[in-house]
């Protein structure tokens, strides 16, 4: 497996951790981080991110690898589409959750955030050339998915901890492609702002400005079905993925439509650190809003929320993810980066 960052290993899983590791094929050396994070200055914003710090540091385990003298970190929750016959086999997605939560936690609980990023580069696994683009530049987006379960990805090592519990420790693999470059962007809110996010890095501000304001933009009365754009009135981020499950919402054929935090998430993140708040204007409010109507009780953020007419959404049942506790963190908490044009 490629990935873009530290020299990458090729990890070889068994039942009772990694066996082994071939180096990666073309492996680059790792790229510092080129952003910075701060606590929000409004109290109920700050209020929202505390309670989905305490999440995350609730969700930490600890694994260690039975030929490797080490404590690993990892986020580990209970997905119910991985292994749901059994209860006690949680997930512990390295990408995105690990690496997200790395940086999320930064501001609240540093020493948790500083193990996990060391954990993710003891993996071999600091990125995959595609969801780090949040952080630091990229050489090229590897936006194609390269294993066959493309939502779940592949597995490291089921791990023991606590309780019974066991962690399948797992990664996403990404690849080039041109024809998923050039198409994913095109349809997909997260993988248009990611590449919004590459364009900003290489210095090309202007195409990322235009980029997302693309997203935001209200433009579904144009001749074209596969427009990403901001339902602003339903509060509903509308692509590829959720189009005809928002076209059944609009019709009446179902009471809610689905939303997806983390493409929202993704997106907030984008337009707060390429500085187009601004210019985004009035519906940034909403969107931010519809974001933290995913937050549950115990502080985690849903992966879905259900609206209803009228804009009322609920985070649906099936619960909080890391993936996208973090970016919520994450998209209130990252600071503006410092104009990247050359001075005049």
């Known amino acids: 497996m490629r990935i873009l960052g530290r020299a990458a290993w090729l990890l070889v899983a068994t039942t009772s951790g990694l066996a082994g590791a071939t180096w990666a094929e073309e492996a680059r050396p790792d790229l510092p981080d080129s952003v910075a994070f701060r ?8 209020h929202h991110v505390a309670k989905s710090a305490g999440w995350l540091v ?40 690990a690496l997200w939560a790395s940086r999320a936690l930064r501001p609240f609980d540093p020493d948790a955030a500083g193990a996990m990023e060391r954990s993710l580069h003891a993996l071999g696994w600091p990125g995959n050339g595609l969801h780090e683009v949040l952080f630091h530049p990229v050489d090229r987006m590897l936006h194609r998915p390269d294993d066959a379960d493309f939502v779940h990805g592949r597995s490291l090592g089921v791990f023991a901890i606590d309780g019974g519990r ?8 990404q690849r080039w492609d041109p024809d998923f470059e050039a198409g994913h962007p095109r349809l997909f809110a997260e993988h248009a702002a990611y590449q919004a996010l590459h364009e900003f890095w290489k210095g090309d501000e202007a195409a990322a400005r235009r980029r997302i304001l693309g997203i935001v933009r ?31 919402f609009q019709r009446g054929e179902r009471p809610t439509g689905r939303h997806a935090s983390f493409k929202l998430g993704v997106l907030l993140y984008a337009i707060r650190l390429t500085g187009v708040e601004a210019e985004v204007g009035p519906p940034l409010e909403g969107m931010k809003r519809r974001l933290w109507s995913a937050r549950r009780e115990d502080g985690g ?7 209803r007419r009228g804009g009322q959404g609920e985070p649906a049942r099936s619960g909080a993810t890391g993936e996208a506790t973090a970016i ?5 908490t990252i600071q503006p980066a410092v104009s990247r044009r050359p001075p005049r």
């Open 58 to 97: 609730g969700h930490v385990a600890t694994i260690s690898r039975p030929v490797e003298d080490d404590r690993l970190r990892v986020i580990a929750w209970k997905d119910p589409t991985l292994a749901p016959e059994d209860p006690n086999r949680l997930a512990g997605y390295l990408i995105t959750d």
């Open 218 to 248: 209200d433009d579904r009365a144009t001749d074209r079905d596969d427009r990403i754009f901001w339902d602003g009135e339903a509060g509903i981020l509308v692509d590829q993925a959720g189009r005809e499950d928002w076209h059944r």
């Open 301 to 307: 953020v849903a992966h879905f929320v259900e609206v």
């Open 39 to 46: 606590l929000p200055d409004d109290a109920g914003v700050r």
């Open 166 to 173: 066991s962690v399948d420790v797992r990664v996403l693999g």
């Open 328 to 332: 919520a963190i994450l998209s209130e």
